[in-house]
């Protein structure tokens, strides 16, 4: 019986930290870093059709696109003469260290493994998902998580509950011109789990995002004003947790014009897991 279109979230994350503890002779940093996922989502809606096609709100190349690429390569992995339109509401900024991009990408390995049927194991999809870029795998396991190697070896984790102010200054990271920067620290110690979850850890890519992006430097400033700031990933986005929602959403509203900003909680569990459930 055919499947009914159906809508599933593909939630942002933050990278609570970010150490880099080797180079690999491919080019591929090993790192360290906590996954935290966010209640704030793009949304993609999928409905069977004879061809496969990517419609969105904002504009995106035809053919190009992680989401596109995400749906062929599983069309293809699994030799299925089905197709697919999906419908991409765009909410999250790209560039930003959110890992839209990569959610999108994922929450479409797991939205067309259900539109058409395959049962595919999502130890496969996250295998599969590692082809179209590092963070993909996360968004597949759907829970924030530890991640070691290039971030695909992954251990889920359960965080303190947090409210987070997310800040975007607007400016888009070239993550290849941080990861391939000679100034930036590619032998920091390895840290255990544990050690993280009591102690907190940087971001190892922080220094060279703001020599070489002022914006990011000047929103960290502007948001350590209120505590510890960090950023995501490789940047843009700054954060900065908080107890409440009500106390992180009174310094959003002292977020400079100039800048976008938003408050998420943090989710141990990403929406699409009970959403599937909920589809059967």
């Known amino acids: 019986m055919a499947i009914a279109p159906f809508t599933l ?20 940093h090993d790192l360290q870093t906590a996954f935290q996922m966010l209640d704030i989502c793009d949304t993609l809606s999928f409905k069977l059709s004879d061809q496969l096609t990517v419609e969105s709100n904002i504009e995106l190349p ?6 596109y690429l995400a ?7 699994s030799a299925t003469n089905q197709g697919a339109t999906i419908y991409l509401d765009k909410l999250l900024p790209m560039g930003a260290g959110l890992g839209g991009g990569s959610s999108d990408a994922a929450t479409t390995l797991l939205g067309l493994n259900r539109l058409w049927q395959l049962g595919i194991p999502v130890d496969a999809l996250m295998q599969l998902g590692r082809q179209l870029g590092a963070d993909v795998p996360v968004f597949v396991f759907a829970q ?36 391939s920067h000679p100034e930036l620290t590619r032998d920091s110690s390895s840290i255990t789990i544990a050690r993280f979850l009591e102690h907190g850890a940087r971001n190892d890519c922080e220094n060279v995002v703001r020599q070489l992006y002022p914006e990011v430097d000047e929103a960290l400033l502007w948001l350590n004003k209120w505590g510890p700031a960090k950023m995501t990933g490789t940047g843009s986005c700054v954060f900065l947790p908080f107890d409440s929602r009500l106390d992180a959403e009174s310094v959003a509203r002292q977020v400079p014009e100039q800048w976008t900003a938003f ?14 459930v909920q589809l059967g």
């Open 62 to 67: 035809v053919q190009t696109n992680l989401v």
């Open 71 to 77: 749906a062929k390569l599983l069309q293809e992995f």
């Open 263 to 276: 408050v998420a909680q943090g989710l141990d569990k990403s929406p699409v897991v009970s959403q599937l």
């Open 144 to 179: 924030s998580a530890w991640g070691e190697g290039i971030g695909e070896v992954l251990t889920p984790l359960v965080l303190a509950k947090s409210y987070y102010l997310v800040v975007s200054p607007g400016c888009h990271v070239d993550t290849g011109r941080i990861f």
């Open 9 to 28: 979230s593909a939630p942002a994350k933050i990278n609570l930290c970010l150490l880099i503890t080797g180079r690999r002779a491919d080019g591929y």
